[in-house]
């Protein structure tokens, strides 16, 4: 499994962006997609995740309501939509998958996850 982001780049503080993650392997419905984001000198954070079917979505308090992760099952690809962005959000993003139960407590740590995307960076200006 691999996987591969696209979609960062600079916006201004109220604007929005798309996040895009190709899936290439098998059987992308099995994977449960998660979504991180990496300030500079600190640890992965949580910003969301989809369910197999994505029929549910978890978020993050930081994004709650600003954030929107999709799944395309049929293209193999999985968005995060992101509107209203500050220039607090500005960190590489990253996706990832994982064969996992979807609960938020496990969603949300990145030791749920197998495989990772390379990050795309997102910086927003103020």
């Known amino acids: 499994v691999q996987l591969v982001e696209s979609g960062g780049g600079l916006v201004q503080a109220g604007g929005s962006l798309t996040l895009s993650c190709t899936f290439t392997g098998p059987t992308f419905s099995l994977y449960t997609m998660g979504w991180f984001r990496q300030f500079i000198g600190k640890d992965r954070e949580f910003v969301g995740a989809i369910a197999r079917s994505g029929g549910t979505t978890y978020y993050a308090d930081p994004v709650q309501g600003r954030f929107t992760i999709t799944r395309d099952n049929a293209n193999n690809m999985a968005y995060l939509r992101m509107n209203s962005l500050k220039p607090e959000d500005t960190a590489i993003y990253y996706c990832?998958?994982?064969?996992?139960?979807?609960?938020?407590?496990?969603?949300?740590?990145?030791?749920?996850?197998?495989?990772w995307g390379q990050g795309t960076q997102v910086t927003v200006s103020s």
């Open positions: 990832s998958a994982g064969v996992t139960a979807t609960t938020l407590q496990i969603v949300s740590r990145p030791t749920s996850y197998e495989t």
